[in-house]
Every structure is written in structure tokens, then in C-alpha cells.
């Protein structure tokens, strides 16, 4: 999948410019910068909701995951009925439930889920579409330590597991090190892409929070 | 038997409907006036009426009225203001029409409808539901309006059918909007459909009122309305609060 936007614009103000950007199968690309920068923007016009940009879209992928930074789930439907509304297949929502560390939650209401589990049942709805392209956004905003390294520990597990392309907004070099295989960095106004290299780990390294920031460190993120 | 936790429950609604009738007793025996009967009087009257079945035959044939005008105005009105809500030129193009009969006085849309229609059954629900079909559009617009733009991106996003979209994302959150509707409709449309008993029709509480006015018989028409108010609050307390609270439940939780 290939996106180049020469300018994006809200109102008068050009938040993003000159931008290329290639996704490829099977790697996971960090999106890396301050907050504000652009990058939730950017992930919008990748998963087709914002279409009002100066620039080319190379094919829009036919099955999109989305982790959006509010888990938006209908919060008047339980959880199995949530997931219900993307795939049919009952025995592969319950694998998925196992796998988020849900079984035998599928009957709660999601206005009763607490965030990191609603952001839980959130990514299992993403995969579950078997997407093409599956996009997080902040995934673990407003989580606590345990909590975000829980849901970073299970993520590494899941996505991993998928052939598509995934990108990851976040403005936590840890996280983007911890879960990429690649780091684009975001910068400047209008922002544009001026960094971008690979993360070269083992998926045991990625585990070791250690060996993650003398990574970070190293690239001077 | 009233069981003991539906008194204590409503305990000062029960004083507070005391206290209206001590008041209404003490008005009447203190005024002794033929204007306003005592409550015995009316519920002499109101035993009488029953008895003879013309109770009973004639807040039938308004409730007939009620419930056909009601679902007529709440069916049409709903729909009109999902488009008017989802299709903003359509709203721009019907803005107009609609504010027009929102204003069109219940009377002159009663009078026109036995005037082009005829002193008819059938005109007599389309002057109802005409009164009503306006203010349902308008409360289902804004709510349609109010939906939350985030749950339709994911939508839009993970590519539901639009059959998913009404059922499980709009008209959910339209519930309590329904419930607004249903309910200031149910008390707006009996009102109108009286008035519409009174001057075209040979049955209903109206046409009782209309015959008790004549005789200047307060008691009847005490009966007669009370009673009906009786029957509207069976059906706030059996659908609509038990619909409202269903509705709201989720509501002031946090939507994710």
C-alpha cells in the first residue's frame, strides 16, 4: 500500500505535507511524534475517513482494522454481541476472547469493561475483520504502567501473528521500539517524515523493557 | 392488596395525591358550589357512568383513536425525521413545510381535515396525527443530529451494512429520543383527539364532555376526564416508564 499526500489542510492550517509512505505485508511500522503532530490524522486518511487531502492513495485495502484511541465500542451490547457485528464466526470469536485473556466474559456489557479491557476487546475486533492493514492508535493512551506493558505483552503476541500491514501511532519511543519493525519519525510544520529506519530485534529482546531503552537510547529518540 | 413496598416506596407521591383531594374536598364543601362538585358527588357519578357501560364504551372509542393516531404519527414522524437528521438536503429542502404545520394551529388542521376529508373516522386520526407527526420529526431530527460521529467512523471503518448501522448503532441511541416523543405525543394527541370528538363525532370522551358542557354537568365532566387521565397514566406506568428506563440505562455511563 502506498499513500503520498503533498498537503493536508484543516481550514487554513497544513498539518501534513510532502508525506510518502510505503507499507509492506507482514511489517510493522511505528508512527512516532509529539503530540498534535498529525499522525491520528494520518492514520485517518490511511484507513479512508478522511479523503479531503492533496495527493494519491494507491489502493484502499478491502479489510481495515482499526484500534482507534477511544476503543468505541457500542456500550448497549455485551461483548460477544460487539464482536458479532464484524465477523459471524462464533468459534473464532471465542478463540479470540481466549487469546485477549476474555473467555467467559463475553456476556458483560461494555459500558461495564474497564479501558484496558475494553481497549482488549477493541483489538480483538480488529483482528477478527482479518485485515489487510490493521491501524493503533496510541494504544496504550491513558493506561497505567501494568496495564499498558500487559496490553503491549499481548499485542506483541497478536500482531505478530498477522500478515498484514500495521501501523502504530504513538509518542513513545518505547512502545514504537518495543513493537516495530520499522520507525517513521513525524516532525515539523507542517509535519512530514524526517526520520525513518529499521528496528532490527529478536522477539525475546522486545520483551526485555531493559534492552528496549538502550535501544531508544542508541537511536537517540 | 397494595403491597407494603410499592407504599413505602411511593410514599410521598401517596401524600401528595392526598393532599390533592383533602384540598379539592375542602374547596368544594367551603365554595357549595355547583361548579365544583364534591369528590363524593364525582364518584357517585363516576359509579353511575360505569354501571350503565357509557364509561367504559366511551374511553374506548377515544382510546381507539388515541393509540391508531399515536402509532400513525409516531411511525411517519420517526421516519421523516431519521432522513430529515441523516440527509441534510433533504432537511434544507422540507425546513420549511415542516416549521409550517410545527405551527399550524391544532383547530385550523381539525377544521380543514373534516372540510376536505369529511365528518369521517378516517378524518378525524389524519387531523390527529397531523397535529403530532411535526414535533416527533423534529425531536428524532435533532437526535439524529446528536448521534455519536465516532461509533459511525468505526462504522464506516470495519464497513457494516447500513441494516447493522440502524439497528445496533442509530436507533439505540435514539431510544430516549423515541421515548421524548412517545411520551409528550401520548399527552398532546389525547388533548387533540378531544377536541376533534367534540366538534365531529357521535362518541369518545370529547363528544361526553361536549353533551356535559350543555347540561353544565361538572361531575361528568370530572368523571370523564379524570378517568381518561386514569387510562394515560396505566400506559405511562406499564410502557413507557419501563421503555425509559430500559432506554436510559446505559446513558451517563461512559461511552467508550
Not at chain 1, 477478527?128 to 505483552?153: G, M, N
Request: aromatic residues 8%.
Amino acid at each position: 500500500m502506498r499513500i503520498d499526500i503533498a498537503s493536508k489542510q484543516f481550514s487554513d492550517r497544513e498539518v501534513l505535507q510532502n508525506l510518502h509512505m510505503q507499507l509492506y505485508p507482514r511489517q510493522v511500522t511505528a508512527l512516532l511524534g509529539p503530540s498534535g503532530i498529525g499522525k491520528s490524522t494520518l492514520l485517518q486518511i490511511l484507513a479512508g475517513l478522511d479523503r479531503d487531502f492533496e495527493g494519491k492513495q494507491l489502493s484502499l485495502p478491502k479489510n481495515i482494522g482499526f484500534c482507534f484511541q477511544e476503543p468505541r465500542l457500542l456500550p448497549w451490547l455485551s461483548v460477544l454481541e460487539n464482536l458479532k457485528l464484524v465477523t459471524k464466526q462464533q468459534s473464532e470469536i471465542e478463540a479470540m476472547l481466549d487469546q485477549m485473556g476474555l473467555a467467559g466474559q463475553s456476556q458483560i456489557l461494555c459500558h461495564h469493561l474497564s479501558l484496558g479491557m475494553a481497549r482488549r476487546v477493541a483489538l480483538a475486533r480488529a483482528l477478527l475483520v482479518h485485515p489487510d492493514i490493521l491501524l493503533l492508535d496510541e494504544p496504550f493512551a491513558s493506561l497505567d504502567k501494568p496495564r499498558a506493558r500487559q496490553l503491549l505483552t499481548l499485542m506483541l503476541a497478536s500482531i505478530r501473528q498477522q500478515q498484514c500491514a500495521t501501523v502504530i501511532v504513538t509518542h513513545e519511543p518505547t512502545e514504537a521500539v518495543a513493537l516495530s519493525d520499522r520507525i517513521l519519525i513525524l516532525d515539523g510544520t507542517p509535519a512530514t517524515i524526517v526520520r525513518d529506519f529499521p528496528i532490527e530485534m529478536t522477539e525475546h529482546q522486545r520483551h526485555q523493557p531493559k534492552v528496549v531503552s538502550c535501544v531508544v537510547a542508541q537511536l537517540n529518540l | 392488596m397494595i403491597p407494603k413496598t410499592y407504599l413505602a416506596q411511593h410514599k410521598l407521591q401517596l401524600i401528595s395525591v392526598s393532599c390533592m383531594i383533602a384540598c379539592w374536598a375542602f374547596l368544594s364543601i367551603w365554595l357549595q358550589s355547583t361548579s365544583l362538585p364534591t369528590p363524593v358527588l364525582v364518584w357517585d357519578a363516576f359509579s353511575r357512568e360505569l354501571s350503565s357501560g357509557e364509561l367504559l364504551h366511551h374511553c374506548m372509542w377515544t382510546m381507539y383513536r388515541v393509540v391508531i393516531a399515536f402509532v400513525l404519527a409516531m411511525s411517519i414522524g420517526v421516519a421523516l425525521g431519521l432522513i430529515f437528521g441523516l440527509n441534510i438536503r433533504c432537511n434544507q429542502f422540507f425546513d420549511v413545510w415542516l416549521i409550517t404545520l410545527l405551527n399550524m394551529p391544532a383547530l385550523v388542521i381539525i377544521i380543514l381535515c373534516y372540510l376536505w376529508i369529511g365528518l369521517s373516522e378516517v378524518s378525524a386520526i389524519t387531523a390527529v396525527a397531523l397535529n403530532k407527526i411535526p414535533n416527533i420529526t423534529v425531536v428524532v431530527r435533532e437526535g439524529t443530529r446528536a448521534l455519536d460521529q465516532k461509533l459511525m467512523q468505526m462504522a464506516q471503518v470495519f464497513r457494516l451494512p447500513m441494516r447493522l448501522i440502524l439497528w445496533r448503532i442509530i436507533l439505540p441511541q435514539l431510544t430516549p429520543y423515541f421515548v421524548a416523543s412517545a411520551r409528550s405525543g401520548l399527552a398532546l394527541i389525547w388533548k387533540i383527539v378531544l377536541v376533534v370528538e367534540l366538534l365531529g363525532r357521535s362518541n369518545g370522551v370529547g363528544f361526553q364532555l361536549h353533551l356535559a358542557f350543555q347540561m353544565f354537568d361538572v361531575p361528568s365532566i370530572l368523571v370523564y376526564s379524570l378517568t381518561f387521565i386514569g387510562f394515560i397514566w396505566l400506559v405511562e406506568l406499564v410502557v413507557i416508564k419501563p421503555w425509559d428506563r430500559r432506554a436510559n440505562e446505559w446513558r451517563g455511563q461512559h461511552a467508550y
